[in-house]
């Protein structure tokens, strides 16, 4: 498999989402303080640099990034902006190129995978909620 930095608008996108909309609950392993998007963005961007060096080995994955090109900025209301499937598909390609050696045990993976599963559980449901009702199973 391979790796790389997802885009700087891919890291904000999913910063913004988390600091404006609280998704990620005590339970999960990665914690912060609602509206605290510039923590979670550096969270985001370091895991994902250290899912290059897991993968390449630090010197290469030196290579890979230019750490000028990344720079938090909030999306205002990027719930209403931005639709949920993109945020899901995002966050879905961001975990993809962290999985890299020991990074599943990162209390940050961990946190967004959570996220990522209950995200998309939560759009199936919407989208199905009427054959869902119709058909007696959410009883």
């Known amino acids: 498999m391979s790796s790389f930095m997802v885009s700087n608008k891919t890291l904000n996108i999913i910063a913004s989402y988390i600091a404006q909309n609280e998704p ?3 339970n999960y392993a990665f914690h912060y303080e609602r509206g605290d ?5 550096e969270a ?15 010197e290469k994955a030196q290579e890979m990034w230019d750490v000028n090109q990344y720079e938090y900025q909030e999306i205002p209301d990027v719930a209403e902006r931005i ?3 993109e945020i899901i598909c995002r966050l ?4 993809y190129q962290c999985d890299e050696g020991r990074i599943e045990h990162d209390d940050v993976y961990i946190g967004l995978r959570n996220l990522s599963e209950a995200m998309a559980l939560n759009e199936v449901i919407g989208i199905y909620h009427a054959e869902i009702e119709e058909q007696g199973w959410w009883e």
């Open 24 to 26: 990620i609950e005590t």
């Open 37 to 41: 998007g510039k923590k979670i963005y």
């Open 44 to 58: 985001l961007r370091d895991l994902n640099h250290k899912a290059l060096c897991e993968r390449y080995g630090g």
């Open 83 to 85: 639709p949920q499937e």
């Open 92 to 95: 879905a390609c961001y975990l």
